[in-house]
């Protein structure tokens, strides 16, 4: 069954320091990979997305994640965090057998320190 | 966000009450989910619609049920509200998956069963 695995509940870095935000998948055939930012009081928004293509994707807010096959990881990262990046990141996996829905990881919160 | 609305925002009810969830969209998508978030298990798929004529059970469909009234308004509904139903409930939307598309949430409404 198609999974994704958001090993850490919490990240803490510094303002200006990089980030990552890890997550690693188990999905039969070609992953198509996502990520989303959750804001206090706010519903997920889209950050960015993998298809095919170039391991390194980039998104929204600055974010880029980056894909790798052979560990089976799409980790989130940031060169400098800002403390407006503080939320509750998700990653997703798209099942591609039946009906083709998201699958959601339990989410990381980052908490970025001034 | 803004594109997809939900109502109410915040409900508190009594187990036992039936309850009603709405959501809205103008992003003339054809596919609308509804998923509940609980702290430390992520989101979870409840219902889902391809269109108007076309509703499917998630993984979590038990207690519930939904209407699609019409292509942008699809409720969900708690037949008889019981405590373990609290949660974070979000409405998405995407288009058809002509490509990979990402889904767009709504603000979510926060449900209380006492």
């Known amino acids: 069954a198609q999974s994704v695995a958001q090993p850490e509940d919490q990240v803490n870095v510094a303002e200006g320091n990089p980030l990552t935000v890890k997550c690693t998948y188990s999905?039969?055939?070609?992953?198509?990979l996502f990520w989303y930012v959750q804001y206090p009081n706010r519903g997920l928004q889209f950050l960015l997305k993998y298809i095919t293509g170039d391991n390194l994707v980039k998104g929204s807010y600055g974010f880029e994640a980056e894909f790798n096959k052979s560990q089976t990881s799409f980790h989130l990262k940031k060169p400098s965090a800002l403390v407006s990046d503080s939320a509750l990141y998700f990653c997703a996996v798209r099942t591609n057998t039946g009906f083709q829905k998201l699958v959601f990881g339990t989410g990381t919160r980052l908490l970025v320190s001034p | 966000d803004a594109d997809v609305t939900q109502t109410p925002r915040n409900r508190i009810t009594k187990t036992g009450k039936r309850i009603m969830l709405e959501c809205s969209q103008t992003k003339g998508h054809d596919r609308m989910y509804w998923y509940r978030q609980d702290p430390g298990l992520g989101l979870r798929l409840i219902y889902y619609?391809?269109?108007?004529?076309?509703?499917n059970k998630g993984e979590i469909s038990d207690g519930y049920s939904v209407s699609r009234q019409a292509q942008a308004k699809f409720s969900l509904s708690l037949e008889s509200a019981i405590p373990n139903q609290t949660a974070l409930y979000f409405c998405?939307?995407?288009?058809?998956?002509?490509?990979?598309?990402?889904?767009?949430f709504g603000p979510g409404t926060r449900l209380t069963v006492l």
């Open positions: 999905v039969s055939g070609n992953p198509y």
């Open positions: 619609s391809f269109d108007v004529k076309d509703i």
């Open positions: 998405a939307t995407s288009d058809s998956p002509t490509g990979i598309r990402e889904q767009f």
